[in-house]
Protein backbone atom coordinates (compact mmCIF):
# COMPACT_ATOMS: atom_id res chain seq x y z
CA UNK A 1 0.00 0.00 0.00
CA UNK A 2 1.47 3.43 -1.03
CA UNK A 3 0.74 6.15 1.60
CA UNK A 4 0.30 9.47 0.32
CA UNK A 5 2.20 12.26 2.38
CA UNK A 6 0.83 15.13 0.51
CA UNK A 7 -2.43 14.85 2.12
CA UNK A 8 -1.35 14.94 5.11
CA UNK A 9 -3.04 17.83 7.47
CA UNK A 10 -6.39 18.25 5.52
CA UNK A 11 -9.73 17.15 6.47
CA UNK A 12 -12.22 14.44 5.19
CA UNK A 13 -15.52 12.83 5.38
CA UNK A 14 -17.11 9.94 4.32
CA UNK A 15 -20.92 9.66 3.17
CA UNK A 16 -22.01 5.95 2.64
CA UNK A 17 -24.99 4.68 0.97
CA UNK A 18 -26.35 1.34 -0.38
CA UNK A 19 -25.58 -2.30 1.79
CA UNK A 20 -22.92 -3.62 4.00
CA UNK A 21 -20.17 -3.66 1.54
CA UNK A 22 -20.15 -0.15 0.66
CA UNK A 23 -20.52 0.16 4.52
CA UNK A 24 -17.48 -1.99 5.18
CA UNK A 25 -15.41 -0.18 1.58
CA UNK A 26 -15.92 3.35 3.12
CA UNK A 27 -14.20 2.06 6.30
CA UNK A 28 -10.96 1.28 4.05
CA UNK A 29 -11.57 4.57 2.97
CA UNK A 30 -11.50 6.01 6.03
CA UNK A 31 -8.06 3.30 7.20
CA UNK A 32 -6.60 4.65 3.93
CA UNK A 33 -7.19 8.76 4.38
CA UNK A 34 -6.22 8.13 8.34
CA UNK A 35 -2.69 6.21 7.23
CA UNK A 36 -2.39 9.65 5.17
CA UNK A 37 -2.17 11.52 7.74
CA UNK A 38 -5.93 13.21 7.53
CA UNK A 39 -8.01 14.07 10.14
CA UNK A 40 -11.94 12.76 9.65
CA UNK A 41 -14.43 15.74 10.44
CA UNK A 42 -18.23 15.62 10.99
CA UNK A 43 -20.14 17.21 8.30
CA UNK A 44 -18.96 17.47 4.53
CA UNK A 45 -19.18 21.24 4.89
CA UNK A 46 -16.26 21.43 7.14
CA UNK A 47 -13.90 19.09 5.10
CA UNK A 48 -11.11 19.40 2.74
CA UNK A 49 -11.87 16.16 1.00
CA UNK A 50 -15.63 14.78 0.43
CA UNK A 51 -16.17 11.30 -0.46
CA UNK A 52 -19.23 9.71 -1.40
CA UNK A 53 -19.83 5.85 -1.43
CA UNK A 54 -22.19 5.18 -3.77
CA UNK A 55 -25.14 2.96 -4.65
CA UNK A 56 -27.65 2.29 -7.31
CA UNK A 57 -29.18 -1.21 -6.79
CA UNK A 58 -32.83 1.43 -6.35
CA UNK A 59 -33.45 4.16 -8.51
CA UNK A 60 -33.91 6.16 -5.46
CA UNK A 61 -29.98 6.13 -4.35
CA UNK A 62 -29.44 7.57 -7.72
CA UNK A 63 -31.80 11.21 -7.42
CA UNK A 64 -30.33 11.06 -3.85
CA UNK A 65 -26.94 11.32 -4.25
CA UNK A 66 -27.02 14.36 -7.48
CA UNK A 67 -29.00 16.27 -4.69
CA UNK A 68 -26.07 15.97 -1.96
CA UNK A 69 -23.75 16.37 -4.58
CA UNK A 70 -25.34 19.54 -5.69
CA UNK A 71 -25.11 20.68 -1.96
CA UNK A 72 -21.74 20.56 -1.98
CA UNK A 73 -21.35 22.99 -4.88
CA UNK A 74 -22.92 26.26 -2.57
CA UNK A 75 -21.64 25.06 0.55
CA UNK A 76 -18.19 27.34 2.12
CA UNK A 77 -14.94 26.46 1.27
CA UNK A 78 -13.03 24.75 3.37
CA UNK A 79 -9.86 26.20 5.41
CA UNK A 80 -7.56 24.75 2.71
CA UNK A 81 -9.62 26.79 0.55
CA UNK A 82 -10.30 23.94 -2.15
CA UNK A 83 -12.45 21.23 -1.32
CA UNK A 84 -11.82 17.76 -3.19
CA UNK A 85 -15.27 15.70 -4.28
CA UNK A 86 -14.84 12.06 -4.70
CA UNK A 87 -17.74 9.77 -6.13
CA UNK A 88 -16.81 5.84 -5.07
CA UNK A 89 -19.15 2.92 -4.66
CA UNK A 90 -21.76 1.40 -7.31
CA UNK A 91 -23.04 5.02 -9.50
CA UNK A 92 -18.94 5.46 -10.14
CA UNK A 93 -18.15 2.15 -11.07
CA UNK A 94 -21.17 2.03 -13.38
CA UNK A 95 -20.97 5.74 -14.80
CA UNK A 96 -17.35 6.60 -14.87
CA UNK A 97 -16.46 9.51 -15.41
CA UNK A 98 -19.60 10.21 -17.33
CA UNK A 99 -20.74 11.09 -13.95
CA UNK A 100 -19.37 14.50 -14.59
CA UNK A 101 -22.20 15.30 -17.30
CA UNK A 102 -24.46 14.85 -13.98
CA UNK A 103 -22.39 16.54 -11.47
CA UNK A 104 -19.78 19.09 -12.23
CA UNK A 105 -18.10 19.69 -9.31
CA UNK A 106 -16.81 15.90 -8.86
CA UNK A 107 -12.89 16.00 -8.97
CA UNK A 108 -12.43 12.01 -8.81
CA UNK A 109 -14.58 9.34 -9.76
CA UNK A 110 -12.97 5.44 -8.36
CA UNK A 111 -14.74 2.53 -9.07
CA UNK A 112 -15.12 -0.53 -6.84
CA UNK A 113 -11.88 -2.51 -7.56
CA UNK A 114 -9.95 0.83 -7.25
CA UNK A 115 -10.41 2.34 -3.55
CA UNK A 116 -6.44 1.70 -3.29
CA UNK A 117 -5.42 4.52 -5.70
CA UNK A 118 -7.86 7.23 -3.52
CA UNK A 119 -5.12 8.89 -2.47
CA UNK A 120 -2.97 9.37 -5.97
CA UNK A 121 -6.54 10.42 -7.45
CA UNK A 122 -6.56 12.87 -4.66
CA UNK A 123 -3.44 14.43 -5.04
CA UNK A 124 -4.02 14.34 -9.16
CA UNK A 125 -7.24 15.92 -8.71
CA UNK A 126 -5.65 18.31 -6.59
CA UNK A 127 -2.64 19.56 -8.82
CA UNK A 128 -4.92 19.32 -11.59
CA UNK A 129 -6.46 21.44 -14.31
CA UNK A 130 -10.03 20.60 -13.05
CA UNK A 131 -10.76 17.51 -15.00
CA UNK A 132 -12.40 14.58 -13.45
CA UNK A 133 -9.85 12.22 -12.64
CA UNK A 134 -11.38 8.37 -13.26
CA UNK A 135 -9.74 5.24 -11.88
CA UNK A 136 -11.42 1.64 -12.58
CA UNK A 137 -9.08 -1.06 -11.92
CA UNK A 138 -9.39 -4.47 -13.34
CA UNK A 139 -10.22 -7.65 -11.31
CA UNK A 140 -6.98 -9.43 -11.79
CA UNK A 141 -4.78 -6.66 -10.68
CA UNK A 142 -6.27 -5.88 -7.60
CA UNK A 143 -5.66 -6.93 -3.94
CA UNK A 144 -8.92 -8.08 -1.84
CA UNK A 145 -9.83 -4.48 -0.47
CA UNK A 146 -9.02 -5.96 3.15
CA UNK A 147 -5.68 -6.27 2.39
CA UNK A 148 -6.42 -2.00 2.97
CA UNK A 149 -6.36 -0.69 6.79
CA UNK A 150 -9.46 -0.02 8.10
CA UNK A 151 -11.27 2.09 10.61
CA UNK A 152 -13.75 0.59 11.89
CA UNK A 153 -16.90 2.49 13.21
CA UNK A 154 -16.40 0.88 16.64
CA UNK A 155 -14.57 -1.77 18.75
CA UNK A 156 -16.37 -4.10 19.45
CA UNK A 157 -17.99 -4.86 15.78
CA UNK A 158 -16.36 -5.91 12.74
CA UNK A 159 -17.42 -6.41 8.98
CA UNK A 160 -15.17 -9.63 7.79
CA UNK A 161 -15.22 -9.52 3.28
CA UNK A 162 -15.17 -13.42 2.66
CA UNK A 163 -16.12 -13.14 -0.75
CA UNK A 164 -16.85 -10.14 -3.38
CA UNK A 165 -19.14 -9.84 -6.92
CA UNK A 166 -22.01 -11.70 -7.78
CA UNK A 167 -22.20 -14.65 -10.70
CA UNK A 168 -26.09 -14.98 -9.88
CA UNK A 169 -27.49 -12.48 -12.53
CA UNK A 170 -31.13 -11.65 -11.47
CA UNK A 171 -32.94 -10.48 -13.77
CA UNK A 172 -33.66 -7.48 -11.94
CA UNK A 173 -30.51 -6.89 -10.56
CA UNK A 174 -27.83 -4.11 -11.23
CA UNK A 175 -24.91 -5.74 -8.48
CA UNK A 176 -23.19 -8.27 -10.51
CA UNK A 177 -22.47 -5.57 -13.39
CA UNK A 178 -21.00 -2.96 -10.79
CA UNK A 179 -19.07 -5.55 -8.58
CA UNK A 180 -18.11 -7.81 -11.25
CA UNK A 181 -17.89 -11.35 -10.85
CA UNK A 182 -17.45 -13.51 -7.46
CA UNK A 183 -14.16 -13.53 -5.93
CA UNK A 184 -13.15 -15.10 -2.89
CA UNK A 185 -10.52 -14.20 -0.28
CA UNK A 186 -8.41 -16.70 1.24
CA UNK A 187 -9.50 -19.09 3.79
CA UNK A 188 -6.36 -18.67 6.38
CA UNK A 189 -6.26 -15.20 5.50
CA UNK A 190 -10.11 -14.66 7.03
CA UNK A 191 -9.42 -16.51 10.01
CA UNK A 192 -6.47 -15.29 10.69
CA UNK A 193 -8.43 -11.58 10.71
CA UNK A 194 -11.07 -12.63 12.40
CA UNK A 195 -8.50 -14.19 15.58
CA UNK A 196 -6.69 -11.05 15.34
CA UNK A 197 -9.85 -8.73 15.71
CA UNK A 198 -10.93 -11.05 18.42
CA UNK A 199 -7.52 -10.16 20.55
CA UNK A 200 -8.02 -6.72 20.12
CA UNK A 201 -11.56 -7.12 21.94
CA UNK A 202 -13.54 -7.33 18.97
CA UNK A 203 -17.05 -9.46 19.87
CA UNK A 204 -18.97 -9.65 17.54
CA UNK A 205 -17.86 -10.00 13.23
CA UNK A 206 -19.82 -10.15 10.41
CA UNK A 207 -18.85 -12.14 7.35
CA UNK A 208 -19.60 -10.26 4.15
CA UNK A 209 -20.53 -11.32 0.50
CA UNK A 210 -23.21 -10.82 -2.05
CA UNK A 211 -23.27 -14.65 -2.07
CA UNK A 212 -21.52 -15.80 0.81
CA UNK A 213 -22.50 -19.27 0.49
CA UNK A 214 -20.59 -20.17 -2.65
CA UNK A 215 -17.58 -19.04 -0.58
CA UNK A 216 -14.78 -21.18 -2.21
CA UNK A 217 -16.28 -21.95 -5.42
CA UNK A 218 -13.94 -19.45 -7.07
CA UNK A 219 -10.63 -19.81 -5.22
CA UNK A 220 -10.67 -23.70 -4.31
CA UNK A 221 -13.64 -25.03 -6.95
CA UNK A 222 -16.42 -26.35 -4.46
CA UNK A 223 -17.93 -24.46 -1.43
CA UNK A 224 -16.11 -23.90 1.63
CA UNK A 225 -18.62 -21.69 4.06
CA UNK A 226 -19.78 -24.60 6.46
CA UNK A 227 -15.86 -25.04 6.82
CA UNK A 228 -15.12 -21.38 7.51
CA UNK A 229 -18.07 -20.69 9.96
CA UNK A 230 -16.74 -23.58 12.11
CA UNK A 231 -12.79 -22.38 11.63
CA UNK A 232 -13.96 -18.58 12.54
CA UNK A 233 -16.23 -20.43 15.30
CA UNK A 234 -12.86 -21.98 17.01
CA UNK A 235 -11.21 -18.35 17.09
CA UNK A 236 -13.09 -17.54 20.44
CA UNK A 237 -14.82 -14.91 18.45
CA UNK A 238 -18.28 -14.62 20.53
CA UNK A 239 -20.74 -13.81 17.98
CA UNK A 240 -20.75 -14.91 14.21
CA UNK A 241 -22.98 -13.34 11.75
CA UNK A 242 -23.31 -13.39 7.77
CA UNK A 243 -24.71 -12.20 5.32
CA UNK A 244 -26.11 -12.13 2.29
CA UNK A 245 -26.92 -15.98 1.73
CA UNK A 246 -28.92 -16.70 -1.38
CA UNK A 247 -31.19 -19.96 -1.01
CA UNK A 248 -30.26 -21.84 -4.15
CA UNK A 249 -26.61 -22.15 -2.08
CA UNK A 250 -27.50 -23.11 1.43
CA UNK A 251 -26.32 -26.06 1.67
CA UNK A 252 -27.50 -28.96 4.29
CA UNK A 253 -23.16 -28.98 5.56
CA UNK A 254 -23.72 -24.81 6.13
CA UNK A 255 -27.04 -25.60 8.14
CA UNK A 256 -25.23 -28.07 10.22
CA UNK A 257 -21.91 -25.84 10.94
CA UNK A 258 -24.62 -22.65 11.99
CA UNK A 259 -26.28 -25.34 14.39
CA UNK A 260 -23.05 -26.93 15.55
CA UNK A 261 -21.19 -23.79 16.21
CA UNK A 262 -21.96 -22.28 19.45
CA UNK A 263 -20.70 -18.71 17.91
CA UNK A 264 -23.23 -18.29 14.89
CA UNK A 265 -26.00 -16.72 16.42
CA UNK A 266 -29.83 -17.88 15.99
CA UNK A 267 -30.88 -15.71 12.89
CA UNK A 268 -30.24 -15.75 9.50
CA UNK A 269 -31.00 -13.28 6.54
CA UNK A 270 -32.02 -15.37 3.59
CA UNK A 271 -34.01 -13.46 0.57
CA UNK A 272 -36.99 -15.01 -1.30
CA UNK A 273 -37.58 -12.11 -3.42
CA UNK A 274 -41.31 -13.77 -4.13
CA UNK A 275 -43.29 -15.82 -3.37
CA UNK A 276 -44.53 -16.90 -6.93
CA UNK A 277 -42.92 -19.92 -8.30
CA UNK A 278 -43.14 -18.12 -11.93
CA UNK A 279 -42.23 -15.07 -10.87
CA UNK A 280 -39.24 -16.68 -9.45
CA UNK A 281 -38.34 -18.05 -12.93
CA UNK A 282 -38.89 -14.63 -14.20
CA UNK A 283 -36.09 -13.19 -11.78
CA UNK A 284 -34.00 -16.22 -12.41
CA UNK A 285 -33.96 -17.36 -8.48
CA UNK A 286 -33.24 -20.37 -9.58
CA UNK A 287 -35.56 -22.32 -6.63
CA UNK A 288 -39.46 -22.44 -6.32
CA UNK A 289 -41.77 -21.59 -3.51
CA UNK A 290 -41.69 -25.20 -2.34
CA UNK A 291 -38.21 -25.38 -2.71
CA UNK A 292 -37.91 -22.16 -0.24
CA UNK A 293 -40.32 -23.36 2.26
CA UNK A 294 -38.79 -26.79 2.35
CA UNK A 295 -35.36 -25.31 2.85
CA UNK A 296 -36.80 -22.70 5.83
CA UNK A 297 -38.37 -26.31 7.17
CA UNK A 298 -35.07 -27.71 7.42
CA UNK A 299 -32.92 -25.13 9.13
CA UNK A 300 -35.82 -24.47 11.78
CA UNK A 301 -36.04 -27.88 11.91
CA UNK A 302 -31.76 -27.63 12.91
CA UNK A 303 -32.16 -24.24 14.66
CA UNK A 304 -35.51 -24.64 16.68
CA UNK A 305 -35.29 -20.71 17.90
CA UNK A 306 -33.66 -19.67 14.71
CA UNK A 307 -35.30 -15.81 13.51
CA UNK A 308 -35.89 -16.05 9.77
CA UNK A 309 -35.77 -12.59 7.88
CA UNK A 310 -36.03 -11.64 4.41
CA UNK A 311 -35.90 -9.59 1.00
CA UNK A 312 -38.83 -9.19 -0.75
CA UNK A 313 -39.74 -7.47 -3.89
CA UNK A 314 -43.18 -6.46 -5.03
CA UNK A 315 -44.52 -4.95 -8.39
CA UNK A 316 -41.93 -7.11 -10.35
CA UNK A 317 -43.17 -6.72 -13.84
CA UNK A 318 -46.06 -8.94 -15.34
CA UNK A 319 -46.64 -9.88 -10.99
CA UNK A 320 -50.41 -10.84 -10.97
CA UNK A 321 -52.25 -10.72 -7.75
CA UNK A 322 -52.57 -14.10 -7.33
CA UNK A 323 -48.75 -14.21 -7.83
CA UNK A 324 -48.64 -11.73 -4.74
CA UNK A 325 -51.19 -13.80 -2.99
CA UNK A 326 -48.86 -16.53 -3.00
CA UNK A 327 -46.26 -14.24 -1.89
CA UNK A 328 -48.45 -13.30 1.04
CA UNK A 329 -49.02 -16.51 2.09
CA UNK A 330 -45.51 -17.90 1.59
CA UNK A 331 -44.58 -14.63 4.09
CA UNK A 332 -47.50 -15.99 6.58
CA UNK A 333 -46.30 -20.06 6.52
CA UNK A 334 -42.36 -18.91 7.12
CA UNK A 335 -43.65 -17.00 9.52
CA UNK A 336 -40.31 -14.30 9.37
CA UNK A 337 -38.74 -12.17 12.31
CA UNK A 338 -38.46 -9.67 9.84
CA UNK A 339 -38.36 -8.37 6.06
CA UNK A 340 -36.85 -5.91 3.79
CA UNK A 341 -39.67 -4.99 1.44
CA UNK A 342 -39.34 -3.11 -1.94
CA UNK A 343 -40.84 -1.74 -4.62
CA UNK A 344 -39.52 -3.00 -8.19
CA UNK A 345 -37.04 -0.55 -9.46
CA UNK A 346 -36.45 -0.31 -13.10
CA UNK A 347 -32.59 -0.83 -13.71
CA UNK A 348 -31.52 0.17 -16.98
CA UNK A 349 -29.46 -2.88 -18.68
CA UNK A 350 -30.64 -5.44 -16.50
CA UNK A 351 -32.94 -7.96 -18.72
CA UNK A 352 -36.11 -7.43 -16.50
CA UNK A 353 -35.51 -3.61 -17.62
CA UNK A 354 -37.40 -4.77 -20.95
CA UNK A 355 -40.22 -6.27 -19.83
CA UNK A 356 -43.12 -4.08 -20.32
CA UNK A 357 -45.63 -3.81 -17.40
CA UNK A 358 -49.04 -2.47 -17.51
CA UNK A 359 -49.86 -3.11 -13.93
CA UNK A 360 -51.03 0.80 -12.35
CA UNK A 361 -48.54 2.35 -9.76
CA UNK A 362 -51.45 2.35 -6.91
CA UNK A 363 -51.81 -1.06 -7.95
CA UNK A 364 -48.24 -2.14 -7.03
CA UNK A 365 -48.03 0.57 -3.80
CA UNK A 366 -51.56 -1.02 -2.37
CA UNK A 367 -49.61 -4.60 -2.21
CA UNK A 368 -46.36 -3.37 -0.67
CA UNK A 369 -48.41 -1.59 1.94
CA UNK A 370 -50.43 -4.84 2.48
CA UNK A 371 -46.82 -6.67 2.74
CA UNK A 372 -45.31 -4.38 5.00
CA UNK A 373 -48.72 -4.55 7.33
CA UNK A 374 -48.47 -8.26 7.34
CA UNK A 375 -44.58 -7.83 8.03
CA UNK A 376 -45.34 -5.95 10.75
CA UNK A 377 -47.59 -7.91 12.28
CA UNK A 378 -45.29 -11.11 12.00
CA UNK A 379 -42.12 -9.13 13.77
CA UNK A 380 -45.01 -8.02 16.34
CA UNK A 381 -46.17 -12.00 17.07
CA UNK A 382 -42.21 -12.91 16.91
CA UNK A 383 -41.81 -10.52 19.57
CA UNK A 384 -44.20 -11.84 21.73
CA UNK A 385 -42.38 -15.27 22.31
CA UNK A 386 -39.56 -13.07 24.08
CA UNK A 387 -41.68 -11.71 27.15
CA UNK A 388 -40.48 -12.92 30.26
CA UNK A 389 -37.23 -14.73 28.55
CA UNK A 390 -33.82 -12.66 29.40
CA UNK A 391 -32.21 -11.82 26.18
CA UNK A 392 -28.32 -11.17 25.74
CA UNK A 393 -27.72 -7.78 24.28
CA UNK A 394 -24.84 -6.56 23.14
CA UNK A 395 -24.46 -2.91 23.37
CA UNK A 396 -23.67 -0.36 21.18
CA UNK A 397 -24.63 2.90 22.64
CA UNK A 398 -27.28 5.14 23.79
CA UNK A 399 -30.82 5.68 22.65
CA UNK A 400 -31.23 8.97 20.22
CA UNK A 401 -34.24 10.03 22.45
CA UNK A 402 -32.87 9.22 25.90
CA UNK A 403 -29.27 8.89 26.68
CA UNK A 404 -29.91 6.83 29.68
CA UNK A 405 -31.54 4.35 27.59
CA UNK A 406 -29.22 2.09 26.07
CA UNK A 407 -29.69 -0.08 22.70
CA UNK A 408 -28.15 -3.13 21.42
CA UNK A 409 -29.29 -6.14 19.57
CA UNK A 410 -30.09 -9.98 21.27
CA UNK A 411 -28.52 -13.25 19.27
CA UNK A 412 -31.76 -13.40 17.23
CA UNK A 413 -30.68 -9.40 15.91
CA UNK A 414 -33.51 -8.36 17.92
CA UNK A 415 -33.46 -4.38 18.82
CA UNK A 416 -32.91 -4.54 22.93
CA UNK A 417 -33.71 -1.36 25.03
CA UNK A 418 -33.03 -0.86 28.71
CA UNK A 419 -31.74 1.60 31.23
CA UNK A 420 -28.53 1.87 32.80
CA UNK A 421 -29.06 0.65 36.34
CA UNK A 422 -28.36 3.47 39.00
CA UNK A 423 -25.12 5.07 39.66
CA UNK A 424 -23.61 3.31 36.51
CA UNK A 425 -22.83 5.18 33.59
CA UNK A 426 -24.13 4.53 30.43
CA UNK A 427 -20.49 5.51 28.26
CA UNK A 428 -19.65 2.08 30.57
CA UNK A 429 -21.48 -0.68 28.87
CA UNK A 430 -21.39 0.20 25.38
CA UNK A 431 -19.50 -2.47 23.89
CA UNK A 432 -20.51 -4.92 26.85
CA UNK A 433 -22.51 -7.97 26.35
CA UNK A 434 -25.60 -7.39 29.29
CA UNK A 435 -28.70 -9.70 29.80
CA UNK A 436 -31.81 -7.95 29.98
CA UNK A 437 -35.53 -9.45 31.01
CA UNK A 438 -38.05 -8.63 28.74
CA UNK A 439 -40.92 -7.09 29.99
CA UNK A 440 -42.28 -5.07 26.54
CA UNK A 441 -42.05 -6.96 23.35
CA UNK A 442 -43.01 -4.19 20.73
CA UNK A 443 -42.99 -4.36 16.76
CA UNK A 444 -39.68 -2.87 16.30
CA UNK A 445 -37.70 -3.80 19.72
CA UNK A 446 -37.40 -5.56 23.14
CA UNK A 447 -37.22 -3.73 26.43
CA UNK A 448 -36.98 -4.61 30.02
CA UNK A 449 -34.47 -4.01 33.12
CA UNK A 450 -30.98 -4.85 32.81
CA UNK A 451 -30.51 -7.83 35.70
CA UNK A 452 -26.76 -9.21 36.53
CA UNK A 453 -23.28 -8.00 35.83
CA UNK A 454 -22.20 -6.88 32.36
CA UNK A 455 -19.12 -8.93 30.83
N1 LIG B 1 -27.22 -10.66 -2.80
C1 LIG B 1 -28.28 -10.41 -1.93
C2 LIG B 1 -29.29 -11.54 -2.00
O1 LIG B 1 -29.51 -12.10 -3.04
O2 LIG B 1 -29.86 -11.78 -0.95
C3 LIG B 1 -29.02 -9.13 -2.18
C4 LIG B 1 -28.29 -7.93 -2.50
S1 LIG B 1 -29.28 -6.54 -2.93
C5 LIG B 1 -28.08 -5.39 -2.52
C6 LIG B 1 -30.45 -6.33 -1.62
C7 LIG B 1 -31.87 -6.44 -2.05
O3 LIG B 1 -32.24 -5.38 -2.89
C8 LIG B 1 -32.24 -7.67 -2.84
O4 LIG B 1 -32.38 -8.80 -2.06
C9 LIG B 1 -33.53 -7.25 -3.49
O5 LIG B 1 -34.64 -7.57 -2.66
C10 LIG B 1 -33.40 -5.75 -3.59
N2 LIG B 1 -33.27 -5.34 -5.00
C11 LIG B 1 -32.27 -5.61 -5.85
N3 LIG B 1 -32.54 -5.07 -7.07
C12 LIG B 1 -33.74 -4.45 -6.96
C13 LIG B 1 -34.55 -3.73 -7.89
N4 LIG B 1 -34.20 -3.56 -9.15
N5 LIG B 1 -35.73 -3.23 -7.42
C14 LIG B 1 -36.10 -3.39 -6.13
N6 LIG B 1 -35.38 -4.07 -5.23
C15 LIG B 1 -34.21 -4.59 -5.65
FE1 LIG C 1 -28.39 -9.27 -6.97
FE2 LIG C 1 -29.29 -11.73 -7.16
FE3 LIG C 1 -26.68 -11.32 -6.91
FE4 LIG C 1 -28.29 -10.86 -4.84
S1 LIG C 1 -27.91 -12.85 -5.80
S2 LIG C 1 -26.66 -9.53 -5.60
S3 LIG C 1 -30.13 -10.11 -5.81
S4 LIG C 1 -27.94 -10.74 -8.65
FE1 LIG D 1 -25.98 -0.73 -3.61
FE2 LIG D 1 -23.75 -1.55 -4.66
FE3 LIG D 1 -24.55 -2.56 -2.38
S1 LIG D 1 -25.60 -1.14 -5.77
S2 LIG D 1 -26.76 -2.41 -2.51
S3 LIG D 1 -23.97 -0.46 -2.72
S4 LIG D 1 -23.45 -3.64 -3.98
Known amino acids: MQVNNSLAGLTYHVKTFGCQMNLHDAERVSGLLGTCGCLEVATPEEADIVVFMTCCVREKADTHLYGQVSAMVSAPEP ?19 SI ?28 GNGKTVFADTSEDSQGFSSDLPSRRENAWHAWVPIMTGCNNFCSYCIVPYVRGRERDRAFDDIVDEVRRLHAEGVREVCLLGQNVNSFGRQRY ?45 PQLHLAVQSGSTRVLKAMNR ?12 SIKEAIPDIALSTDIIVGFPGETEEDFEQTLSLVREVGFASAFTFIYSKRPG ?58 GHSPKNKTVHFEAPEGCDPHELVGKLVDVRVDEARTWYLRGPMVGEPR
Do not use: W
Open 79 to 97: PSGRRVVCIGGCIAQRDGA
Open 100 to 127: REHMRNVDVVFGTRAISSLPELIDEARS
Open 221 to 265: GSPRFAELLRAVGETGIERIRFTSSHPKDLSPATIAAMAETPAVM
Open 286 to 297: RYTREDYIALAN
Open 350 to 407: TPAAKIDDPTPREVIQERFDRLAALVADLAHDANQVELGRTVEALVEGASKRDERVLV
